[in-house]
């Protein structure tokens, strides 16, 4: 079973640009999550979708969004580039089908992430 | 989100068990408690989650305090492979939305 896949790998940009992330997830899986890795704040999470709807959010500005495809890919954007954004951008999917008990459990599952410099 | 207190690092020996401790005194009785790693230049992966008893999978055993203020992941012989960043999460609604601490790195020696 492949992995979690992002795209691209590495991106370079300067500021005030905007970027789009690209993440695949596992093949069934329904939700996807994006966080944010720097040295300073370590790993924070930015949103959560599932079946095309945002079902989570973290406390990021609206420069920073989201959106999921109907086949479970989802996408990230950062419009108006700042040099604090330069981090790695990891995402994670899930079954994300919230049922109890121990055995329910959504694990999830981090793709390599992308690396993201801002000049 | 509650939040989980964790030492900043920990070292052990190549071969000895490990115990990393994780306080969540503000633990409320929906909340699992999650144990995911993160290896060098890679994404976290899950190790562990429980509720209220211990637990036990291939990678590791959680042990859970009476009063659930507090677990402790055991990891029952180190290995080089084990370092790592170890966060411990609470997440009470089984969704993908995982608060991260800053995790205890754990060395190895061989």
């Given at each position: ?5 992002q ?8 500021r ?13 899986h329904?939700?996807?999550?994006w ?7 370590g790993l ?21 969004s989201?959106?999921?495809f ?5 996408e ?5 580039l ?13 079954g ?5 008990g ?6 999830q ?9 801002v000049? | 989100d509650?939040?989980?207190t964790?030492?900043?690092?920990m070292e ?8 990393l ?11 699992y408690i999650?144990?995911?790693?993160q290896?060098?230049?890679q ?10 008893s ?5 990678m590791a ?6 009063d ?12 080089l492979r ?8 609470l997440n009470?609604?089984n969704?993908?939305k995982?608060?991260f601490g ?9």
């Open positions: 079973k492949a992995g979690v896949t795209t691209p790998r590495y991106l370079i940009k300067t005030g640009q905007q970027v789009t992330l690209s993440c695949s997830p596992i093949s069934g329904r939700s996807v999550s966080y944010q890795q720097t040295p300073g704040q924070q999470f930015l949103f959560e979708y599932f079946s095309e709807t945002q079902r989570n959010k973290g406390n990021f500005p609206g420069r920073f989201g959106r999921q109907s086949n479970s890919r989802s990230m954007n950062v419009s108006t700042e040099l604090g954004d330069s981090a790695l951008y990891l995402c994670a999917s899930s994300g089908v919230r049922t109890g121990l055995s329910g459990y959504n694990e599952f981090f793709g390599p992430g992308t690396r993201l410099t000049l | 509650a939040k989980t964790q030492p900043n690092s052990s020996n190549e071969e000895e068990p490990v115990h401790p994780c306080n969540h005194s503000t633990i409320s009785g929906t909340d999650h144990w995911y790693r290896l060098p230049s994404g976290p992966e899950y190790v562990i989650h429980g509720l209220t211990n637990v036990n999978n291939r055993s959680l042990a859970i305090a009476e659930r203020k507090s677990s402790t992941l055991i990891l029952h012989r180190a290995t084990d370092a790592a960043v170890y966060y411990c999460i009470s609604g969704t993908g995982l608060i800053q995790g205890t790195t754990l060395q190895v020696k061989p």
